[in-house]
């Protein structure tokens, strides 16, 4: 019996899969993706698609844009209808019809005639009408984008393209009009695995929602910049709109994960595994400064928690732990013939809490496996940045934060 290649296997054994299909035109010549999962989402996808659709023909002729329309069977009435109008309105752009039927009005008429005057290639999968809902106990952002991406994987993977690219975008993120190309010249040396398009929350008109975002947003900067003063290979932000990578590194990590939250974190650790994240600064794109309480965290949460008073000042990591951090790094890049017991002695001497957090973490036991048999320095490397991960790195950071290190203000984290 023939082996089935490894994107075969992927395909059969770990996408998304049936039921859902994707809906579009043509699929001849298509060199990269951009997948948009989008929830209840009517009044800022057609925005989004819009300023996608600014973006020169040469770069749109070869772009298809993957829309999964999403939501669980218990979605609220006013949701499941919102979705309906979306994938109708979809349909009709995709047909070239007319929107006289919908009565769009103001910005959603305006951003509909832009995207019909435009050579967009766009695309939807139906993952809201009865009996395609994504799964109550695993659906969510994640399930959307796997849904997606995993598509654009499918199309893709006999491109004769390269780079053939799989971007990740949001329904409410507004990007530039040199966004597809921008991002594909960045790919272009073959050199890159994976990159993140640098950001900038879109700016509310109301004050204290514009005081809350820009708040959040240095916060985030915060967290990279600290990571990047450690040396830390996990230096980067963890946007789901800003990702974007190659068939080869999604299928080499087998694909976006499934999380209700925080997919892109997780999705992007592993990708920072399989080779460097590199940062575009190129081009751009807006995410949307908008309060949501459908996930436990992100902007949406953090500018509504800073609102609503349960967490007005956003305090900031302590910079002695990214000094810890910078220090422990540094240790274990000069260290990897010493034992154990004598590293952590030395983890000791930059901090106790360091030490503390190491021995509950079961370095005693992992470092030895880690070594192995193993004397190259660069692989011996990369084996303990895959141990002490991006995950592993916040948890250091979390728990040194709880026992020894508290949240200060802005001015005392950045002075």
């Excluded at 999964?68 to 009709?92: F, P, Y």
């Excluded at 274990?332 to 503390?356: C, K, T, W, Y």
């Excluded at 141990?387 to 200060?408: A, H, I, M, Q, S």
Aim: include cysteine; proline fraction near 5%; charge should be positive.
């Amino acid at each position: 019996m023939k082996k089935a290649s490894l994107p075969d296997d992927y395909l059969n054994h770990y996408a998304a899969g049936a039921p859902w299909t994707l809906k579009a035109g043509n699929l001849e010549n298509i060199g990269q993706v951009v997948v948009i999962p989008a929830y209840a989402e009517k009044e800022h996808l057609f925005a989004t698609l819009a300023s996608v659709a600014a973006n020169p023909d040469s770069s749109l002729e070869k772009t298809l844009i993957i829309c999964v329309i999403n939501n669980k069977a218990e979605a609220t009435d006013a949701d499941k209808e919102n979705n309906a109008q979306t994938i109708a309105l979809l349909n009709a752009l995709i047909h070239k019809n007319t929107f006289k039927n919908f009565a769009p009005a103001g910005d959603l008429d305006r951003s509909l005639s832009c995207i019909a005057k435009r050579p967009i290639r766009l695309g939807f999968v139906d993952a809201s009408s009865p009996g395609l809902e994504i799964p109550s106990r695993t659906g969510g952002v994640g399930m959307a984008r796997k849904i997606g991406m995993d598509t654009a994987f499918s199309l893709l993977r006999n491109s004769g393209d390269r780079p053939r690219l799989i971007f990740s975008l949001d329904a409410d993120t507004l990007v530039q009009p040199d966004y597809l190309s921008s991002v594909r010249q960045a790919f272009s040396s073959g050199k890159i695995g994976t990159g993140v398009v640098a950001y900038e929350h879109q700016m509310p008109a109301d004050e204290t929602m514009r005081r809350a975002i820009c708040r959040y947003e240095i916060f985030l900067r915060f967290w990279v910049l600290g990571l990047q003063f450690a040396r830390s290979p996990y230096a980067f932000h963890s946007i789901g709109s800003t990702m974007v990578t190659t068939t080869d590194l999604y299928l080499a990590v087998r694909g976006m994960n499934r999380r209700e939250a925080g997919e892109d974190f997780y999705f992007l650790n592993k990708l920072a595994k399989a080779g460097s994240i590199h940062r575009i600064h190129e081009t751009r794109v807006y995410p949307s400064a908008r309060i949501s309480t459908r996930v436990p965290f992100g902007t949406g949460a953090a500018v509504a928690k800073m609102l609503s008073g349960a967490s007005p000042d956003l305090c900031f990591y302590d910079p002695r732990i990214f000094m810890i951090l910078k220090d422990w790094i540094a240790l274990m890049m000069q260290s990897f013939h010493l034992s154990e017991n004598r590293i952590l002695s030395q983890a000791r001497e930059i901090d106790p809490g360091l030490a503390d957090f190491l021995a509950a973490r079961g370095f005693l036991s992992v470092w030895p496996k880690i070594r192995g048999n193993l004397n190259d320095q660069k692989t011996l490397e990369r084996q303990f940045h895959a141990w002490f991960d991006g995950f592993e790195t916040l948890k250091l950071v979390n728990y040194l934060t709880k026992e020894f290190y508290p949240r200060v203000n802005l001015f005392c984290a950045v002075q």
